[in-house]
């Protein structure tokens, strides 16, 4: 089956850094989703891209799908501690009905 | 409106003993899915259902049944549990394909 692999697997930043969680696939993909799952929370959907290139931008987030949409992007502009949690991307099975997750990069920001 | 909701929160179970999972929801949503999330190995699909009534396997199906006899509800059944299957599963629905996935607050289960 279809597999994402997202890097890093952890990082931990000081308030107000950047961070970015990348997430690569071998074949095309159909559209790609991103996640934010809050320690001992469930998995919150952020934003679905679908077009090569696509760039769209939620507040201090920025999410980009590659040209060739097999890689994305999600980065963080200036940390806060509000964005600690673990980020998934998830991408579309062919039939548009599963998806398939990321491992998920968690993200510790200290004060 | 209370969206996706699992019972129970949380579990314990001998080995070998039996369990059923509910998730409930409001959204008259047609698909909904179990995944169980293990450290460092992110969400697994167990099984999903596309509609009343159809049930398909995911990636990490043994060991477990699904019914889906009513359009709100999807259940996990684990017919002789094993320690393996120690995880927090979370139910999530999806109002039709290619549209986002809406998750319930999970639930963590332990067999000893």
């Known amino acids: 089956g279809q597999q994402v692999m997202q890097i890093p697997q952890y990082q931990h930043v000081q308030e107000g850094e950047d961070f970015t969680t990348y997430c690569n696939s071998s074949?095309?993909?159909?559209?790609i989703q991103w996640y934010k799952q809050r320690p001992g929370g469930h998995p919150v959907f952020l934003i679905q891209?679908?077009?090569?290139?696509e760039v769209k931008k939620q507040k201090r987030l920025t999410f980009q799908f590659g040209e060739a949409k097999k890689n994305s992007s999600l980065h963080i502009t200036a940390t806060q501690t509000t964005d600690v949690g673990t980020y998934f991307c998830?991408?579309?099975?062919?039939?548009?009905?599963?998806?398939?997750f990321g491992k998920g990069t968690m993200l510790l920001v200290s004060p | 409106n209370a969206g996706v909701t699992q019972t129970p929160k949380f579990r314990v179970l001998k080995t070998g003993q039996s369990m059923t999972l509910l998730c409930a929801q409001d959204?008259?949503?047609?698909?909904m899915y179990w995944y169980r999330q293990d450290p460092g190995m992110g969400l697994r699909l167990i099984h999903y259902?596309?509609?009343?009534?159809?049930?398909a396997k995911g990636e990490v199906p043994d060991g477990y049944n699904v019914s889906r006899l009513k359009k709100q509800n999807f259940l996990l059944g684990l017919e002789s549990a094993a320690p393996s299957q120690t995880s927090v599963y979370f139910c999530a629905t999806q109002r039709g394909s290619s549209y986002e996935q809406y998750f319930g607050p999970g639930t963590r289960l332990t067999v000893t």
């Open positions: 891209l679908v077009k090569s290139g």
């Open positions: 074949t095309t993909l159909s559209n």
């Open positions: 959204m008259n949503h047609e698909y």
């Open positions: 998830a991408a579309m099975n062919s039939g548009y009905s599963t998806l398939t």
């Open positions: 259902s596309v509609g009343e009534g159809t049930t």
